[in-house]
């Protein structure tokens, strides 16, 4: 099925190329370490700062208590007290994006120990912040309370039960130590499948594939052999990703190397057999390049990387399993952050296999010994 | 003797354009066969058909007698292949390149070494060896990759339009190469644009809008040109042309220099030069040649 000297030429010929052309060494080694840096800094969905205004209406030595230990809470920047019309502008052309609003009578109630209520208007443009701010502003309010009993000296009374969370993994909940194997993975599927996608193509374009067809070359071969340098690169970028995601964000390596380099070798498999399939149906270098975002898109929204596949609707969920960005990004999050072993991840890898051995023998099926 | 390449009855169609129409036509070992016709009359097509690259529509394409759907494994090692195009890596090197062919077919280092050497010597690029086949001239890229079709000592070699964009002198050197193959046994199938080269080839086959308009020996088919020759100079030109299109029995013109060459009925052709004499102009016996057979067979085939 595959010529051993053939492949080798094919292989050294290929390598011969990707390390005489700059720009193609330079997407091949220097981007992958430039975009898991950018991407690292940016992924960073940790809500650390809201900035509020606050409309007090009571005007009372309370409701200023109330603000002031708001603003204590560094969560919330304290963009001044103003009018509600001011505040709903501000809201609007997004200065701020917490406005809160303390009502008259505010100290009356406190002092009468009654029940008070304060309006909190949050920016639900962006989700993940807003329920952060909401998040935050119900903590305060009830720690408020709770001082308040103790003030009042009935705090023994009442039965307290509390959760005391211990987080595992990833204590202080840092989203970069979540995003960069995600980034990892979306970043090994682009490279691998446009370069392996083009590269065939422009065989086909440049008429070189004319060339090699009336070789005794084998399909099988040539498929191969111009697979085998990218996978190289691929493993070469893991370990440069690996590097830079442990110097630079912290990223542990808990698991086994091993059951990482392991993984990405399968998962190269399958994304450089994607390639391979977009090449059978394209004629051009331009057409490979629009296939091949067609599938990077879905590939990388739906793998999980930004949104869990489980929050995402049911008629979805089934397209992820022919993902197989979906699996590397699970084996990546298993075995770098909880340590993972083989055993542990054998359920995606065994997918992730099975799901790369299709792609392949898609592609070769597909891979025509005519020109057209 | 059976063919090396053959094609029978051979059409394809590109979309609703038939690139070629029951086209028959064999290669066989010691000849110097040539494909002649414009651009866009199937050449490439035909050739690639015979090389079985492409599918085809109807009728058969052989390799030594065997279709190419049944062709032993080993039928491409015995075909030397050079595409019209730059089918070579213009990023690698002329050495780099002859390797790599060589490798896929899977030829022994030590005999590479050997026909390396005699054939970077016989396309004179013994001092080209280490440059990019990108930076060569066009003249230097035909014979580097008609070295590398020759690498694995093919018997039939296809060539298309070897000669184009190649310079004068280049392009005499590249025919003595040729020469010397067909010398030593080989078959050479060499498809080309230019008329003029039709009378070096063997044998030649002239395609018209993928129809197989003639072929034979280059003097057997000159020699059996139906029509006669002319060339008329010595009054204005303006008013001649206008005069010998309207008639019936001119078959073809073609301005030459300050001439205009007429290809002329036999049966008509005193009463064409008379009128022509009676105009002023000069008539002048001139020798028929390929391109005059060419047209005169492309007129009978529209008149037809």
Redesign the interface.
């Known amino acids: 099925m595959i010529d051993l000297v053939s492949l080798a030429a094919i292989v050294r010929k290929e390598f011969i190329q990707a390390l005489r052309d700059r720009r193609m060494l330079a997407m091949l080694l220097g981007i992958p370490v430039l975009q898991i840096i950018i991407f690292g800094f940016a992924a960073n969905l940790e809500f650390n700062r809201a900035d509020t205004v606050f409309v007090d209406e009571d005007r009372s030595e309370e409701s200023r208590d109330f603000l002031r230990g708001l603003t204590a809470e560094k969560t919330f920047l304290a963009h001044g007290v103003v009018t509600v019309a001011e505040m709903e502008r501000e809201l609007r052309n997004g200065t701020s994006q917490v406005g809160v609003v303390v009502p008259r009578g505010f100290g009356r109630r406190v002092e009468g120990v009654e029940a008070a209520t304060v309006q909190a208007f949050v920016d639900g443009s962006d989700p993940t912040r807003a329920v952060a701010a909401t998040a935050a502003l119900e903590q305060y309010a009830s720690r408020r309370t709770l001082e308040a009993l103790r003030g009042l000296g009935g705090v023994a009374g009442v039965a307290r039960v509390t959760f005391e969370p211990r987080l595992l993994y990833n204590p202080s909940l840092k989203s970069r130590l979540f995003m960069v194997p995600g980034t990892a993975a979306s970043i090994l599927v682009i490279l691998t499948t446009i370069v392996t996608a083009m590269g065939l193509a422009r065989e086909r374009e440049v008429g070189t594939m004319e060339q090699l067809l009336v070789t005794p070359i084998r399909p099988l071969t040539l498929m191969v052999g111009k697979t085998i340098p990218y996978a190289v690169f691929g493993l070469v970028d893991v370990t440069l990703i690996l590097v830079v995601g442990n110097l630079v964000f912290d990223v542990p390596m808990r698991g086994g190397v091993a059951v990482v380099y392991l993984g990405a070798l399968v998962y190269l498999v399958s994304t450089l057999g994607v390639g391979l399939l977009i090449a059978t149906v394209v004629e051009t270098q331009q057409q490979a390049l629009m296939v091949g975002f067609f599938f990077l898109l879905p590939a990388i929204l739906l793998s999980g990387f930004m949104t869990p596949i489980e929050a995402m609707p049911r008629w979805i969920v089934p397209l992820t399993y022919l993902n197989p960005v979906r699996y590397f990004v699970a084996i990546l999050r298993a075995v770098l952050l909880r340590g993972a072993g083989l055993r542990d991840v054998a359920e995606p890898m065994g997918s992730l296999a099975a799901l790369s051995l299709g792609v392949l023998l898609l592609s070769a099926a597909r891979f025509r010994r005519t020109l057209g | 003797m059976t063919a090396l390449l053959e094609a029978v009855a051979l059409s394809r169609s590109f979309g609703a354009t038939k690139a070629l129409d029951t086209v028959s036509l064999g290669l066989h070992s010691g000849e110097l066969l040539g494909l002649v016709g414009p651009d866009g009359a199937g050449k490439s097509t035909l050739l ?1 058909a015979m ?5 085809i529509d109807a009728g058969e394409a052989r390799v030594l007698g065997v279709p190419w759907e049944k062709a032993p ?2 039928s ?2 015995r ?5 019209q ?8 090197s002329v050495d ?1 390149n002859l ?3 060589a ?4 030829i022994p280092k030590d005999i590479f070494q050997q026909r390396r050497t005699r054939l970077l010597a016989l396309m004179q690029l013994e001092r080209a060896a280490d440059r990019p086949a990108g930076a060569l001239s066009g003249g230097m890229y035909k014979k580097l990759a008609i070295a ?1 079709a020759l690498l694995h000592r093919p018997q039939a070699l296809v060539l298309d339009e070897p000669t184009n964009g190649v310079d004068p002198v280049s392009r005499r050197e590249l025919w003595g190469l040729l020469y010397e193959f067909v010398h030593d046994g080989m078959g050479v199938l060499v498809s080309t644009p230019y008329m003029d080269e039709a009378a070096r080839c063997s044998r030649v086959a002239l395609l018209h809008q993928g129809h197989l308009l003639a072929h034979g020996e280059p003097a057997a088919l000159v020699a059996g040109f139906a029509h006669d020759v002319i060339e008329v100079e010595g009054t204005d030109r303006r008013a001649l042309e206008p005069f010998l299109e309207a008639q019936d029995g001119v078959v073809a013109l073609t301005p030459a220099g300050e001439r205009l060459r007429v290809v002329v009925r036999r049966e008509v052709r005193q009463q064409v030069e008379g009128q022509l004499r009676a105009m002023g102009a000069r008539v002048v016996e001139g020798r028929a040649d390929f391109e005059d057979l060419y047209l005169s067979l492309v007129a009978s085939r529209g008149a037809a």
């Open positions: 690639r090389m079985g690259l492409i599918a494994a080993d491409r090692e075909l030397g292949y050079m595409p195009h730059y089918g070579l890596y213009t990023d690698l780099e390797r790599f062919f490798s896929l077919f899977d590398c």
